[in-house]
């Protein structure tokens, strides 16, 4: 059973950096295509970023242009790196993994809160 643990979340001021991390265990990491969904309250839950067992990148519209998504196969883990944080990037962020041979096996982690504020 796969299991997908985000961390790195909290409150963070209007410029600011974080690191999102998100592990998975349960199950062979490099088989995943990764990804970072977030939801603010009364919004639904819009693509942030999605990377590929092979490290090929997706970004949601305007993403990429402070947000860099990376793997780490060896730790079985994903990052998702954001700069220049704004207020309106606060969010849960959601963790998703996708089977890249078997697309019903597919996972969400708990969410972690993101708050951008001075």
């Known amino acids: 059973q796969v299991q997908l643990v985000e961390s790195g979340g909290g409150l963070v001021q209007p410029g600011g950096t974080l690191r999102l991390s998100c592990a998975l265990s349960?199950?062979?990491?490099?088989?995943?295509?990764m990804g970072w969904y977030r939801q603010a309250p009364e919004n639904q839950r819009d693509l942030v970023a999605t990377?590929?067992?092979?490290?090929?990148?997706n970004y949601g519209d305007t993403m990429k242009e402070r947000f860099t998504i990376s793997r780490d196969n060896a730790k079985n883990t994903m990052y998702l790196q954001m700069n220049s944080l704004k207020p309106e990037d606060t969010a849960v962020y959601y963790c998703?993994?996708?089977?890249?041979?078997?697309?019903?096996?597919?996972?969400w982690g708990q969410g972690i809160q993101v708050t951008v504020s001075s």
């Open positions: 349960g199950s062979q990491f490099s088989i995943y295509t």
């Open positions: 990377i590929s067992s092979g490290g090929n990148t």
């Open positions: 998703n993994a996708v089977n890249e041979y078997y697309r019903n096996d597919y996972n």
